[in-house]
Structures are given as structure tokens and as C-alpha cells.
């Protein structure tokens, strides 16, 4: 069991960057896929991407990909989200999750995230 706290979150220009922490205590840190989601007003969860457990391998959704990297560090129960070149339509809060499930299928969709933080406003001025 995990519980994810994000921080970080903040006001930024657009083309700036930003980095956003998640901190998941608890034994169990390693055996998760760590996932990156992002929500705007009215708008229903989106995927941003993940990492894997095993080998630190990293999925992106293509709105994002080349801009925003993830990594993670086993010892200190943390995933870090470097966020590069942001869009405007990058303003969302982002959430932070951890999942057992197998399959970049699943991994890609929220419903198959066991745990949950409350997010971190990332606000983008264009």
C-alpha cells in the first residue's frame, strides 16, 4: 500500500518549465507502475504517462511526448515529472497514481489505478 502526495505545482508562462514531485510512503513503493494524470475543469482524467516498476521504462501520451519526462527513485518512494516547453492547454491539476496492473492498456487508463493523490494545480499562461 502507497499513499501519493504531489507537490509542486505553480504558476507558469507558456514555453516555461516546471517539475512536480510525488511522494508515495509505504513499503510496497516498488512493486507499483507509477502514472502521471492530469484534469482540467470539466474534463475527464487524461492520461500523461507512466513508469514502469521493473525497469524504470517510461510511456507518454503524445500530447506530451518529447516535453515531459518521468523518473523515479526506488529509495526515496518518489517520481518526479519534468514538464518542458508547457502549453497552455497543459493547465490541469495533475495527479499522481500507483497501479499493479499489466498491460500498457491498462496502465494508460485511470479506472486501473489502486492508489491516489490529491493533486497539484499546474496553471500555464499563454
Known amino acids: 500500500q502507497v499513499q501519493p502526495v504531489e507537490s509542486g505545482g505553480g504558476l507558469v508562462q507558456a514555453g516555461g518549465s516546471l517539475t512536480v514531485s510525488c511522494v508515495a510512503p509505504?513499503?510496497?513503493?516498488?512493486?507499483?507502475?507509477m502514472g502521471w494524470f492530469r484534469q482540467a475543469p470539466g474534463s475527464a482524467r487524461e492520461f500523461v504517462g507512466y513508469?514502469?516498476?521493473?525497469?524504470?521504462?517510461?510511456v507518454y501520451a503524445d500530447s506530451v511526448k518529447g516535453r515531459f519526462f518521468i523518473s523515479r527513485d526506488n529509495a526515496k518512494n518518489t517520481v518526479i515529472l519534468q514538464m518542458n516547453n508547457l502549453l497552455h492547454e497543459d493547465t490541469a491539476l495533475y495527479f499522481c497514481?500507483?497501479?499493479?496492473?499489466?498491460?500498457?492498456?491498462?496502465?494508460?487508463?485511470?479506472?486501473?489505478?489502486?492508489?491516489w493523490g490529491e493533486g497539484t494545480q499546474v496553471t500555464v499562461a499563454s
Open positions: 513508469i514502469l516498476r521493473e525497469n524504470g521504462s517510461e
Open positions: 497514481g500507483a497501479t499493479t496492473a499489466v498491460g500498457g492498456l491498462y496502465r494508460r487508463n485511470a479506472e486501473y489505478y489502486e492508489y
Open positions: 509505504g513499503p510496497g513503493f516498488r512493486s507499483y507502475t
